[in-house]
């Protein structure tokens, strides 16, 4: 069974910078890379939103039009992570931040689709 555990989230001020990380692990008919690895987020009593996703290979990027130019997701095959670099935080970046894994997804961003799930890591933006 693959397991996805997310570690990095934290308190911090707005401006600042936090990275994320995700390790995945229990690969026994399948590798990591080939899985594209997504960031969801969800605030309090709010839905899941999408924020990013890295093709298997790591030679794609996408993000959503919220974080975009402010957030930077990459991964380590060699590792078996993905890690998502979040500077100039706002506020409304406070959530939960979820790693989630899907096989050759091309990326498509519909978080009901997704295969793996880790448990979450909290962040607060806040002075």
């Known amino acids: 069974e693959v397991q996805l555990v997310e570690s990095g989230g934290g308190m911090v001020q707005p401006g600042g910078s936090l990275r994320l990380s995700c390790a995945a692990s229990?690969?026994?008919?399948?590798?990591?890379?080939?899985?594209?690895m997504n960031w969801v987020r969800q605030a309090p009593g709010k839905g899941p939103e999408w924020v990013s996703c890295?093709?298997?290979?790591?030679?794609?990027?996408y993000y959503a039009d919220s974080v975009k130019g402010r957030f930077t997701i990459s991964r380590d095959n060699a590792k078996n992570t993905v890690y998502l670099q979040m500077n100039s935080l706002k506020p409304e970046d406070t959530a939960v931040y979820y790693c989630?894994?899907?096989?050759?997804?091309?990326?498509?961003?519909?978080?009901?689709?997704?295969?793996?799930w880790g448990q979450g890591t909290q962040v607060t933006v806040s002075s």
């Open positions: 989630a894994a899907k096989p050759f997804s091309l990326c498509v961003p519909v978080v009901q689709q997704y295969d793996y």
């Open positions: 229990g690969f026994t008919f399948s590798r990591y890379d080939m899985y594209d």
């Open positions: 890295i093709n298997t290979d790591g030679g794609s990027t």
